[in-house]
């Protein structure tokens, strides 16, 4: 994806701040998982106040259907041949990011702009372009987790699992809103996964996979281990089978680990970390930091500090 600029709306829908990349800037989403992000705006100082919305203006140059020439701004690549990624209205309006955001007098504000592109892209019919279509949601780092463990290897050779039990490609971890969810399959119709997570292979010789989910606001979630989400395309209902279902409730600032094991229920670990500090004096001092600013990202990223510092 290349952006051309990020604005941050007022409630009226009026533009208070706007920031033009020059150039623009390309980010490949799918290098950006986990807890892993990117800044698009960063140490500007931006006007104290609630912002109701950003809007990631995006390159739209050579977007065309019609015009499958390679050399776009905006592109996804399959199998080695890169497609036209089309953004409906991304250069003109830009794609929509609801808030809030809010900045603080004397304060920093640091945001991030998920993208879960498993959700965001449709093939065009068969047109060998695709559609991104904007879901996206904001969440302050100051209020997110993190949700991270391991997927047994076993789980990924088991009978009617498509995933491909090396890589780990076509399994996923889905994470949905609430605890108590019964997962199900990105379909349009509740319940939707808030965001999923790709497996990749552990590098001790396990065997096994790692998973992160990054910038989850604090709160309670339902997870759950799919070795069909290769199946699972965005504007149908297909029916993907899900295993180690379970609630997990994440912490601001702490990684929360969920195990999904073979034959049992996914192993809870309990821990966020947190460390018990039993003093903690909330320090009034705080950083200097004076303006925040919103960075979008993609995927998993996060988004804008707004430090106006330098
Ligand atoms: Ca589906
Ligand atoms: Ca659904």
């Excluded at 800037?25 to 006007?47: H, M, R």
């Excluded at 695709?130 to 987790?145: H, I, K, S, T």
């Excluded at 076509?170 to 497996?199: H, I, R």
């Amino acid at each position: 994806m290349t952006f051309t600029g990020l604005q941050l709306l007022d409630s009226g829908g009026g533009v208070r701040q706007s920031f033009t990349f020059d150039p623009p800037k390309s980010i490949d989403l799918l290098q950006l998982q986990g807890q892993q992000s990117t800044f698009l705006v960063e140490g500007e100082a931006v006007p104290v106040g609630v912002y109701d919305q950003v809007r990631l203006i995006i390159d739209t140059a050579n977007a065309s259907c019609n015009n499958l020439t390679g050399d776009y701004a905006s592109y996804i690549t399959i199998d080695g041949t890169d497609y036209p990624l089309i953004v409906p209205s991304g250069g003109a309006s830009g794609l929509k990011v609801m808030g809030p955001i809010t900045v603080a007098q004397g304060g920093t504000a640091s945001y991030t702009v998920d993208f879960d592109l498993r959700k965001s892209i449709a093939e065009r019919g068969a047109t060998g372009c695709y559609n991104l279509r904007p879901v996206l949601r904001v969440v302050d780092n100051a209020q997110v987790g993190t949700l991270a463990g391991t997927v047994d290897a076993g789980l990924l050779q088991q009978a009617g699992c498509t995933a491909d039990p090396v890589t780990g490609a076509g399994a996923a971890v889905y994470v949905y809103s609430g605890s108590g969810v019964v997962p199900d399959d990105v379909d349009g119709a509740f319940p939707e996964p808030l965001t999923s997570a790709l497996l990749a292979p552990k590098d001790d010789g396990s065997g096994d996979f790692g998973y992160a989910v990054g910038f989850l606001l604090a709160g309670d979630y339902t997870a759950a281990l799919t070795c069909q989400a290769g199946d699972d395309t965005a504007e149908a209902s297909e029916n993907i089978a899900f295993s180690g279902t379970t609630d997990v409730a994440i912490a601001a600032g702490q990684t929360t680990t969920r195990d999904f094991t073979l034959g049992a229920q996914p192993t809870a670990s309990p821990a966020p970390t947190a460390s018990p500090e039993p003093t903690a004096s909330p320090a009034p001092t705080a950083s200097p930091e004076p303006t925040a600013s919103p960075e979008p990202t993609e995927t998993p990223e996060p988004t804008a500090t707004p430090a106006s510092t330098s």
